[in-house]
């Protein structure tokens, strides 16, 4: 993941803090939409032809198509559930690195609808009739994404499922794959290969982040944390290679394990918390 890496250290200003919960306002509004005013929702829809004629807020706004139940209560369990899976990851991964992980869904979709379109000139064509690019995508695997990567960094994290039946969240995931799978095999296996395009496209930031990185470890919630830890201990001058202290010199950066005769003290009339040696606390700049 160093290409990652090299971004954080680049852009990480540019992370988008509290992501989830636009998200899932996003996600209030579509199913808003739905129950008063379901015609504008064709207006809406990621359609490339459309957007190459002039359409161009399409290319946003079909992150407002609702997926899933239009049962309110099941809607706004599904809404709270990713919104605290979510922050979890954010907390988990960083701001811009999750912020990261979310546009590129967006962005490979998007992608893939294109694709898609010139492949097909703009139409599917099915046994159940003619299906527009539109009608194929929506937030639905960007929303399973979320999930999976929920999944591989906290796999096992126990819910409830329907309230009632205790799951660890990886088994979950296991299903939500093998489904994914079949519904892949299915398409292909009656010649309907474009419904797979969808598919891939929206949970290939999956693959990216986890299947094609050799170190998962490197976003597991245990090792980011104890990278945070040791982090925090650098900039507060308490750690060298040799593990955790509890004196280091400001200006040698001696620490109490290269000698036992050592002493440290902080100098008065430096601006902060400046520890120093014997050999250097009467000699060194003060820092103002």
Known sequence: ????????????KYGIPNLTTYIIVCFAIGYVLDLLQPAVLQYLSLEPGLILHGQIWRLFTWVLLPQGSRNIL????????????GNALERTWGTFRYTLFIFSGLLFTVLGAFLLYFITRGF?????????IGSCFSTYYISLSIFLAFAMSYPNMQVLLYFVIPIKVKWMAYLDI????????TYLRIGLWQMVVPIVASLLNVLIFFLLTRDLGHINPKEVKRRQDFRRAVSQGKVNARGVTKHKCAVC?????DGDSLEFRFCSKCNGNYEYCQDHLFTHEHIK
């Open 124 to 132: 599917i064509i099915t046994e159940a009739g003619v299906w527009t």
């Open 178 to 185: 093998a489904i994914l799978l079949y519904d892949i095999f």
């Open 253 to 257: 950066g001696r620490t109490e394990e």
């Open 1 to 12: 993941m160093n290409f990652i890496n090299k971004l954080e250290r680049k852009f990480g």
């Open 74 to 85: 099941f809607a706004v369990i599904a809404m709270l559930f990713y919104y605290s899976i």
